[in-house]
């Protein structure tokens, strides 16, 4: 451990924070007794609080973004030159970095083609929504509308990306939705819902195509999908499931966007999680990781198929994609995006994360045959997930103040930040979510999980 960061006085900062900022997802009473942390600083894997304790980031920025890690000058550098040179232009015109990027992008995703850039996962996912939308009125009288997503997946926070979440919790309240949002089921094979479990990944994507036949398959225009679903558990596929999911999607004419705005660039140890199963997706989204946080981007991939059914008719006014993003057109976010690139590919990150992502598991293995309450282990490259359960027969999950209480004791003890599914389902925030920076190392990994050996103990000794 490094001696504490900075022994700056950060009182005023703390009462401006306490009087004046709204926290995501944060209940703020408690702010009147105790006070909000605030992250001074960050270098590698590690940042520091307005008290110079130093942490140990088990979750890349609390939402799995940082992925090349914290204080990396050369994407300062890139980002500061750019700005300088050229901050800003509206989307409908080209900027440098804006097309390096795109060029260097489609390089690593064969099969796709084109880049629409926007600034957030949701925003990415509204765009996909928009051109389905519009391929539906172009192609099928505005028909084929409708956008089938999946039970525990997570598309972002905006209403529309909201009405497309499998996150019953977190959509409380926030109702009506606009129309044609249809769920369908999840693939949690430990949780599975059928009495016959044999081919459960053939199963659950059948499940898919009951929906489609139910609400008539000249009505469906996409289906939108997590490659390994995050928030909602780190749900890793089941043998078979892609295969099917895709047959289904050829057979009845619908468009698979694959949302890559957690998967993206390195997590799972290939660049896309879709890589790792053969995946032939018409549109991809992502962001958290595609600049690691150093700006905010995302971007809506596209097929060459896709992207012509919008200039297929110059002569119809209404015929090419009419959406704009005004922060599309910063160039901060293709610039810092470049640098992102190159920094996985000149330290070989995405090989670290195969390496350091099954000594990760292996290790959550050995946690689960030390503590019963551990139900399951899931994971991909530097991304993982442990449920817990009360009882490892019936299955039946913890509650959530024992998830967090969890959470707490290693950030409490060890001063170690690591994640859980949150608010997200009734009865089920019930998973600790692993997503360090993919620059860990073996060392690192053996103080996360030492954090949480000590803090299962605890929490279940009660
Ligand atoms: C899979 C997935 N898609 C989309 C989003 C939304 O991204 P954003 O918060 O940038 O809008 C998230 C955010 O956590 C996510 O996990």
Redesign the pocket.
């Known amino acids: 451990m490094n001696a504490p960061h900075n022994p700056n006085d950060y009182t005023a900062v703390v009462e401006a924070d306490r009087a004046n900022v709204w926290h995501h997802l944060s209940q703020h009473k408690k702010y009147e007794t105790v006070d909000p942390l605030i992250i001074i600083e960050g270098k590698g894997m590690r940042v520091w609080n307005q008290a110079g304790r130093e942490h140990l980031d088990a979750v890349s920025g609390g939402?799995w973004t940082v992925n090349v890690g914290y204080g990396r000058e050369s994407i300062a550098n890139a980002v500061r030159d750019q700005l300088i040179k050229l901050n800003y232009f509206a989307g409908s015109m080209g900027t440098i970095p804006g097309a390096l990027f795109a060029e260097r992008l489609i390089e690593k995703m064969p099969g796709m083609s084109r880049v629409y850039y926007s600034n957030?996962?949701?925003e990415a996912?509204e765009k996909a929504y928009k051109i389905v939308r519009q391929i539906a009125h172009n192609k099928y009288g505005g028909k084929k509308h409708k956008i089938l997503f999946r039970d525990r997946d997570?598309?972002?926070?905006t209403i529309a990306a909201l009405a497309s979440g499998g996150h019953t919790q977190r959509k409380e309240q926030y109702g009506p939705f606009p129309e044609g949002f249809v769920e369908v089921p999840h693939c949690l094979e430990y949780r599975a819902q059928f009495e016959n479990t044999e081919d459960y990944g053939i199963r659950a994507a059948n499940a898919i195509e009951d929906v489609i036949l139910r609400e008539g398959a000249d009505t469906v225009g996409g289906i939108i999908l997590?490659p390994i679903t995050?928030?909602g558990g780190v749900i890793t596929p089941p043998k078979g499931y892609w295969d099917r999911v895709q047959e289904i999607c050829k057979k009845y004419d619908i468009l698979l966007i694959i949302?890559e705005?957690?998967c993206g660039m390195g997590r799972t140890g290939t660049w896309f999680g879709y890589q790792h199963y053969g995946i032939k997706p018409d549109m991809v989204t992502m962001?958290?990781g595609v600049a690691s946080g150093y700006a905010a981007i995302?971007c809506t991939v596209t097929t060459e198929e896709v992207f012509n059914m919008f200039k297929a008719d110059p002569t119809d006014p209404l015929s090419y994609f009419r959406d704009i993003s005004t922060f599309g057109g910063c160039t901060a976010g293709p610039a810092a995006a470049l640098e992102n690139m190159n920094i996985l590919e000149n330290e070989d990150l995405l090989g670290n994360t195969v390496k350091m992502g099954e000594y990760f598991l292996e290790k959550l293995d050995g946690l689960k045959s030390k503590h019963t309450i551990i139900g399951d282990v899931r994971g991909k490259g530097l991304f993982c997930g442990l449920e817990l359960v009360k009882d490892r027969d019936t299955k039946e999950p913890v509650e959530e103040a024992m998830t967090q209480a969890v959470v707490g004791t290693c950030m409490a003890n060890d001063a170690v930040i690591i994640g859980a599914t949150n608010r997200s389902f009734h009865g089920f925030n019930n998973t600790l979510t692993f997503s360090p920076a993919l620059i860990a190392k073996k060392d690192d990994i053996d103080e996360i999980i030492a954090s949480v050996d000590a803090a299962l103990t605890k929490v279940a000794a009660g």
């Open positions: 939402v957030s996962g949701s996912n997570y598309h972002g926070t997590e995050a928030g949302d705005v957690v962001a958290k995302s």
